[in-house]
């Protein structure tokens, strides 16, 4: 068994120095490279212009860029092993924070369309004859467009038609909420 060289003392500035060897576990250097691919993951799952949009390290972006433009699985798989590397490399700190930004604005988003979604359901669930308390809240709306919208959906979902006005509901409801 080897033995390990154990520092006398830490440089005055209490920051260790090259020659020092850090003792970090297996386990310790396996869960950091699982993190680091899982991110890699996160990476490519984005679309290109996100990926762009994100300011990454140069050597980085085109790694993500160029797994986009792979086809098979095995050069994929390859590719997403060397970004893992990339991300190792470099200050992977900053791309992780830059994650939970773009994984926050994403929970954000998803948010608002269930919030949207289950309006449409209380519509829809309330019928067209009971839509005031809705229409007091929204005084842009058209009343009648919102019924017409909420009945044709109905009469979709009863006849198992595809859901086009149910679509339309959701866009309006959509709008009305970005206002």
Do not use: C
């Amino acid at each position: 068994m080897a033995r390990r060289r154990i520092p006398d003392a830490l440089p005055p500035s209490g920051v260790a120095t090259d020659n020092d060897i850090r003792d970090v576990s297996r386990s310790q250097k396996k869960r950091e490279s699982n993190a680091m691919q899982t991110l890699g993951q996160e990476l490519v799952r984005l679309p290109a212009s996100g990926v762009r949009s994100l300011g990454l390290p140069d050597e980085l972006e085109r790694a993500v860029l160029e797994w986009h433009a792979m086809s098979t699985h095995e050069a994929r798989r390859r590719q997403l092993q060397y970004i893992g590397r990339v991300i190792r490399e470099g200050d992977w700190e900053a791309v992780s924070a830059q994650m939970g930004e773009v994984r926050a604005v994403k929970q954000t988003e998803d948010d608002e369309f269930h919030r949207i979604e289950e309006l449409r359901e209380q519509l829809l669930a309330a019928g067209p004859d009971r839509l005031h308390p809705y229409l007091e809240q929204w005084p842009d709306v058209d009343p009648r467009h919102l019924r017409l919208l909420v009945r044709d959906a109905l009469a979709e979902r009863a006849a198992g038609k595809p859901p086009r006005a149910g679509r339309a509901l959701f866009r309006l409801l959509r709008d009305v909420a970005e206002e």
